[in-house]
């Protein structure tokens, strides 16, 4: 199963912007990676976690939250097996644990996913 890593969170005053990355690891058969369909999520403290933005298999297509529609900007690079999320006019509520996934099953919605990094921590503040 594949692995993810994420990176680039912090912490920034609202308006401020970041881009989060997500490499892969651990494909049996890169040859496949652009079949896969490939997500962000989200999750506040005491809150479920959210849908951000994914983009369909070989980069056809992206679909985001209306919350974050117009800021985000979800892309990847295929060759080099990593995800993006550029976060422009960053919100306080915008505040979370970011996951990447990845949904290899064939389909993709938000409930299509099911490999998951460990998180990177977005904090903005007013």
């Known amino acids: 199963q594949v692995k993810f890593l994420e990176s680039g969170g912090g912490s920034v005053q609202a308006g401020g912007s970041l881009r989060l990355s997500c490499t892969a690891s651990g494909y049996s058969d890169s040859r496949y990676y652009r079949d896969y369909c490939m997500g962000w999520f989200r999750q506040a403290p005491g809150k479920e976690r959210e849908g951000v933005a994914r983009?369909?298999?070989?980069?056809?297509?992206?679909y985001y939250a209306d919350s974050v529609k117009g800021r985000f900007t979800i892309s990847q690079d295929n060759a080099k097996k990593t995800l993006f999320l550029e976060m422009n006019s960053l919100k306080p509520d915008d505040t979370a644990m970011y996951y990447c996934?990845?949904?290899?099953?064939?389909?993709?919605?938000?409930?299509?996913?099911?490999?998951w990094g460990q998180g990177t921590q977005v904090t903005v503040s007013s």
């Open positions: 996934a990845a949904s290899i099953s064939g389909s993709c919605y938000w409930g299509s996913f099911t490999s």
């Open positions: 983009i369909t298999f070989g980069g056809g297509s992206t």
